[in-house]
């Protein structure tokens, strides 16, 4: 099992930025890969982005690509999300979870194995 700990939501003007960060531990943290999903009201959770054990492959949700980028770290252990050109409809909680092989296998929520608490985004227009 995989403990994740998501920070670094807020509440943030439309254009602007914020960085996500997901801190795991429990496993050997290169032998997963990483996603990102969110949810906002109302709606099901969503796929936002996933990076393999290496760092190597990348994917993204749809429209996604070109404003937010994910990125880890193996020797810290974190995994990162940066979103730059925030829009109101980017509000959501968002979640890190852990693959449950180092390739992403899939970018739905069944493809992963461990799942954060949750930190809110909130994008004011």
């Known amino acids: 099992q995989v403990q994740l700990v998501e920070s670094g939501g807020g509440l943030v003007q439309a254009g602007g930025s914020l960085r996500l960060s997901c801190a795991a531990s429990g496993r050997i943290f290169s032998s997963y890969a990483m996603g990102w999903f969110r949810q906002a009201p109302g709606k099901e959770r969503a796929f936002v982005a996933a990076?393999?054990?290496?760092?190597?492959?990348?994917y993204y949700g749809t429209s996604l690509k070109g404003r937010f980028t994910i990125s880890r770290e193996n020797a810290k252990n974190t995994v990162a999300l940066q979103m730059n050109s925030l829009k109101p409809e980017d509000t959501a909680v968002y979640y890190c979870?852990?693959?449950?092989?180092?390739?992403?296998?899939?970018?739905?929520?069944?493809?992963?194995?461990?799942w954060g608490q949750g930190t809110q985004v909130t994008v004011s227009s």
């Open positions: 979870a852990a693959g449950l092989s180092p390739d992403v296998v899939g970018t739905g929520p069944r493809d992963f194995g461990s």
């Open positions: 990076i393999s054990g290496s760092g190597r492959n990348t």
